[in-house]
């Protein structure tokens, strides 16, 4: 690859030779664990062969069309790309703060965005790099917002963990966990009381699953009818807990009954089969069908922060998910499969988005801090 | 107050009656505005508050609430987000403690964290005070805990009048709003202009003038001291009763103006006295005023205690009178 120009352009910038879009290669032979039921109520234990919460599931094979399968493709690449230059970024020291990387997680946010029009509502998450750029967020003024500057998002006053881009329906991230099961479910009453046919996706974790507001906001949810779908990203570990350890049911979308509220559960690794359920939801959300709950079953390969070494799992458990539900992956096998896409057309949107990705660190290096004065404004409208 | 020379037309309605006029009155001018909490519906509140709204404009707009304060809160907050007014009605400000990762960690910082980019138009409505033998957990008056968030405003009206232009002022903020009232006045009687009027928010009111003292008082204080007021009227001190009716943004011109005037001020609240808004405004007179000033600027608030049930342990525990009277011959010594 000594000729490749994404690599030249690299030390060109002297950008770190650290990230790279692959994190390693994925093992074709291995075997995807064998279920004899759904995993719908499968059991969600540990073995080597299949991890705890695997989430399995029979997998699609009739893929969208083709505009749809890769524009998924590249906002799963991009995302992936702008969180390994994040990483990148955060240990050279160039930005401040705190970096929860979506790593691993990209279909959840693809899948569902991409059911999505641009004036429906998410809330996202202190990892919420990804629901923001699969909502329609742009790589400047994300990275820009990620190391303080005038022109990211918030203008340097939210910073990582909370990137909102209202022009997108992105009601922004949020650094409370559960903090934003009001917000969405607010935002859905308001369509409905506005008549509008707007949908509100509220992204959580397995960690938020255990707040209580969620609780709360599911009722009123459910007796009001409002469009609003709950996306459990359960990635298996709330910060360094196993979700097992502290949550009372092996499926978090059990919980929806007692909500009163339709469940279902996905592979969370399948960007088709979250595209797929999402739409099942917001289509019936706006129509009138009141809430649904989904728990996408997800792994974050990196640790709950940059810089937390994640010892509280194991290489094993970790290389399984890398090698059998990198989400990138499955869907340019199912592309290449299908015929939809060659290696090197594959190869060629990494190398783009790269490029843009490479560009944007650039843009934000270069941008200037906000005057210090600034400060003391948008406290108040 | 009694009609000026001017001669606008008024009447006399109760503290509750002016609230539900304020929101009525902004409910039919904006479609945006709706009310929700738990009993405000059919029922009309159990202060009574939103008599007749349901009636005039039915349950999507007076919502009937499950009894989940952070959640309604919370759908409150998303609502303000996106293009609604929420009024959101806590039976007693005692429950705001259930909702303060919504107001404090949400509403008050959303506009912030994202740069400017959304407005959180949210009133929220709240009861405070003692004096009812409803205990502890019933009984307080936390608005300091919201003037203490950058954010917030606090408004905390004294009489009808200012109940009902100050709450239209802060449906149509679009800033979250705290509107704190006390229990015991609901049935307070007050005249009140025919007309429509609004109160903007963070003006200070002097109640009654006067030239030997200067009371600073919020809610129900303000009745207490303009009868302390009368009583040591007739000793001959005038005091001067002035209104704080926004905790945030304070007037704090118009306070500081008056305890140059006076020389002497003596701050009273209802909240509890540690930390409170004795204190600070105790801080801002004497930091601005402290070479007028021929005394310590004191101050009387609630015990630091709980609110206790029986009437002979929880009376002693709020102010009276009889503090404030004291208070000022002690000054004037």
């Given at each position: ?49 299949a991890p705890r919460g695997d989430g399995a599931r029979t997998r699609r094979t009739r893929l969208p069309d083709a505009d749809t399968v890769w524009s998924m ?60 750029l699969a909502k329609g967020a742009r790589l400047e003024g994300m990275m820009a917002e990620i190391m303080g500057k005038e022109a990211g998002y918030c203008r ?226 | ?145 919201f003037a203490h968030i950058p954010g917030l405003k606090v408004a905390i009206p004294s009489c009808p009048r200012d109940a009902k232009g100050l709450l239209k ?165």
């Open positions: 690859m000594a000729g490749n120009p994404v690599i030249a352009l690299r030390r060109w910038l002297s950008v770190s030779p650290h990230p790279r879009i692959f994190s390693r290669p994925m093992a074709k032979s291995s075997p995807r664990p064998k279920k004899s039921k759904p995993a719908r109520s499968a059991p969600a234990t540990r073995s080597k062969s493709y590249r906002k799963m690449v991009e995302i992936r790309s702008f969180e390994e230059h994040v990483w990148d970024v955060y240990t050279r020291g160039l930005m401040p703060g705190l970096a929860h990387l979506y790593i691993g997680e990209e279909a959840v946010a693809v899948g569902a965005c991409t059911a999505l029009r641009t004036d429906d509502y998410i809330t996202s998450t202190h990892r919420g790099h990804g629901h923001c340097g006053k939210g910073g990582s963990m909370h990137i909102a881009d209202m022009s997108v329906g992105n009601l922004g991230a949020n650094g409370i966990v559960g903090g934003s099961f009001g917000i969405a479910t607010g935002a859905a009453l308001s369509a409905k009381l506005r008549k509008t046919d707007q949908v509100a996706v509220c992204f959580f974790g397995d960690g938020a699953a255990n707040q209580g507001i969620l609780m709360e906001a599911a009722n009123m949810a459910v007796i009001w009818n409002l469009p609003v779908i709950y996306l459990c990203e359960n990635n298996q570990y709330g910060e360094h807990t196993p979700f097992e350890a502290v949550t009372g049911v092996k499926e978090i979308v059990d919980r929806a009954k007692g909500f009163g509220m339709d469940g279902e559960r996905v592979d969370g690794a399948d960007v088709l089969a979250v595209l797929e359920v999402i739409r099942r939801a917001v289509d019936k959300a706006r129509k009138g069908g009141g809430p649904t709950f989904v728990e996408a079953v997800t792994y974050r390969f990196k640790g709950h922060h940059v810089g937390d070494a994640a010892g509280y799992r194991t290489k094993e458990e970790l290389a399984w998910w890398m090698d059998n539900k990198d989400p990138i992956q499955l869907l340019a096998r199912d592309m290449l499969k299908a015929g939809v896409a060659t290696d090197e057309q594959l190869l060629a949107v990494q190398e783009q988005v790269e490029v843009e990705v490479i560009a944007a660190v650039e843009f934000a290096r270069e941008a200037p801090y906000p005057a210090p004065e600034q400060a003391f404004e948008d406290v108040y409208s | 107050m009694t009609a000026t020379a001017t001669a606008k037309p008024t009447r006399e309605i109760t503290f509750r009656e002016a609230i539900c006029e304020a929101m009525a009155e902004e409910m039919r001018r904006d479609e945006a505005v709706i009310l929700i909490g738990e009993d405000v519906g059919k029922s009309g509140g159990i202060f009574k508050c939103s008599e007749g709204l349901w009636a005039e404009f039915g349950s999507n707009r007076v919502i009937d609430a499950p009894i989940a304060e952070e959640g309604y809160v919370g759908l409150s907050v998303g609502a303000a987000m996106t293009g609604m007014r929420p009024i959101a009605e806590l039976m007693f400000g005692d429950f705001a403690l259930l909702t303060m990762d919504q107001l404090v960690n949400q509403a008050a910082k959303i506009r912030y964290m994202t740069g400017g980019q959304c407005k959180v138009s949210l009133t929220v409505r709240l009861s405070m005070g003692a004096g009812r033998s409803s205990a502890a957990q019933h009984s307080q008056s936390l608005h300091a805990l002022s802060a449906i149509r903020d679009d800033n979250p709003v705290l509107f704190f009232e006390d229990k015991l006045m609901y049935n307070d009687l007050g005249e009140v202009p025919e007309q429509e009027y609004l109160i903007p928010l963070g003006q200070a009111d002097i109640k009654r003038p006067g030239s030997d003292v200067t009371l600073v008082a919020t809610s129900s204080m303000v009745g207490l001291s303009l009868e302390a007021a009368e009583v040591l009227a007739a000793e001959g001190i005038e005091a001067e009763v002035v209104d704080v009716r926004c905790l945030y943004p304070l007037d704090a011109d118009t306070i500081v103006a008056s305890a140059k005037k006076t020389g002497y001020a003596i701050v009273i609240d209802e909240g509890a006295a540690r930390y409170g808004i004795t204190g600070e405004l105790a801080s801002v007179i004497q930091e601005r005023a402290f070479d007028w000033l021929d005394g310590p600027v004191l101050r009387i608030a609630a015990a630091d205690v709980p609110i206790p049930f029986s009437p002979v342990l929880e009376l002693p525990t709020i102010p009276d009178v009889a503090r404030v009277v004291d208070a000022v011959r002690s000054l004037r010594g």
